[in-house]
């Protein structure tokens, strides 16, 4: 069954995307971030290792969670995760902090080291697969907005390639959108 829903009317009044109004999290989300052409290796791998830990979970959970992220891992420099070693993995599986998932955890740092060795780095990579912005429409129904693109699809295959880890073709869209990449606000969203 589909779920054909436009946007939503704010606690402020203002119109949103569905999903941006149902806490005061998302509304501050929506309003400052999603959708906000995000640029910077540090900001990037932050953004590529919360959307990791969000597979199989709620995005809430990681907002709620983020700056306990980032004390763990080091303000997501992608230098230091790197040089974390089995020690750290055990520290922060016992951190409440954050999402105690080894797999999630040691994919995190395995994913700093793959952007050490990344030739043009992190920024030119991901945004190289950002599409023509010219070419899309805005979707007007939460039904109109996809789970993958070819887009997202060939990130992934590049990434995997590039030694990343939790970095599927539905993860890689949901970092599209989190960073302006594409933008899915809704027509009728104020911030469409």
Known sequence: MSVQVDAVTGPDGRPRCPWGV?????????????????HG?????ERVSLEAFQSGLSWLT????REGFRRAFAGFEPDRVASFTADDVERLL???SIIRNRAKIEATVRNARAVADLE????????SFAPDPAGRAAPERADDVPATTPESRAMARELKRCGFAFVGPT???????ATGMVDDHLVGCWRS
């Open 22 to 38: 149902s806490t005061p999290d998302y509304v501050e989300y929506h309003d400052t971030e999603w959708g906000v052409e995000l």
């Open 41 to 45: 290796e540090t900001a990037l791998f």
């Open 62 to 65: 990681i907002l709620r969670k």
């Open 94 to 96: 016992s951190d409440q």
């Open 120 to 127: 043009s780095g992190l920024d030119d990579l991901l945004w």
């Open 171 to 177: 993860t890689c869209y949901a970092l599209m959108q």
